[in-house]
């Protein structure tokens, strides 16, 4: 059975039948048209900040201020969209509050946590394939992260590089989703190993200088940030109007 996915279950989603070439009638998850103007514009921003293609950013990573930014919402979107033209991960660097397999209806279990754990001296790449779960977007793939109440120590650096390194020759685009960047050492240790760091904060929520301070831990780690996006934006025009304008708010 499956289980409840809660991002994917939303507006910004819809299933349609399509014709396998056997014959067969399956069901197909796809970021609805009208959602992905925002996510087709970050990824081209992300482009354009580069002077070549081999230079564009194929490992981006999702860093909010704090809790409650929106940024797995931010990182499901963006994944779904390079989904849409790209075989792509979305990989789970939260030892916080994981929140990927429950937005995307997977198991927690095994996921990155387990994967460093048992992984003794050594991660393989077929550890890590093995570890890499399938999504009912096509083209989308997982690495969740799960919550283990007695061991909340996070793992050693070269671990996750190492898991970095692999999955970055697998797939084409690679995005993670971070721990707030306040309040713990999460995000300003793992940011360096991505080519791009993207700043989340929440409109109308988020002090200024909370994004500014924020925004100065991650360029004291020696990361590239590149930007920020503004999530929870309030909507002043009709919900059936701002999807033909192609707006979403989170």
């Known amino acids: 059975m499956e289980r409840a996915a809660r991002i ?17 009638y ?3 998850t796809e970021l609805a048209e009208w959602a992905r103007g925002p996510y087709d514009q970050l990824r081209k921003n992300l482009l ?18 704090r809790h ?17 033209t790209h075989r792509c991960l979305l990989m789970e660097l939260n030892f916080r509050r994981p929140g990927i397999a429950l937005a995307l209806g997977l198991d927690e279990t095994p996921g990155l946590s387990a994967l460093v754990k ?4 050594h991660i393989g790449g077929g550890d ?15 690495l969740p992260n799960s919550i283990d109440g007695t061991q909340r120590a996070l793992p050693e650096i070269d ?38 760091v993207v700043l989340i904060v929440a409109a109308d929520s988020t002090p200024v200088e909370t994004g ?24 002043f025009v009709p919900e059936v109007l701002a999807r033909r304008l192609g707006s979403t708010e989170q």
């Open 128 to 142: 890590v394939e093995r570890s890499i779960q399938r999504t009912r977007v096509a083209n989308l793939f997982a």
């Open 118 to 121: 048992n992984a003794i001296g």
């Open 212 to 235: 500014v301070e924020a925004r100065r831990e991650i360029e004291r780690a020696k990361a590239h940030i590149v930007g920020a996006v503004l999530t929870r934006q309030r909507r």
């Open 159 to 196: 671990a996750v590089e190492t898991i970095v390194g692999h999955v970055r020759q697998s797939f084409e685009y690679v995005v993670i989703d971070a721990a707030p960047v306040l309040g713990y050492p999460d995000t300003a240790l793992f940011a360096p190993l991505a080519d791009a």
């Open 26 to 28: 399956v069901t197909v």
């Open 68 to 84: 409650g930014e929106g940024a797995t919402t931010t990182a499901v979107l963006l994944a779904a969209s390079l989904a849409t």
């Open 8 to 24: 994917l279950g939303t507006h910004w989603f819809h299933r349609r039948f399509a014709l396998t070439p056997g014959g067969r």
């Open 48 to 65: 354009l900040r580069s002077p070549t293609s081999e230079s564009a950013p194929h490992v981006v990573l999702l860093a909010p201020a």
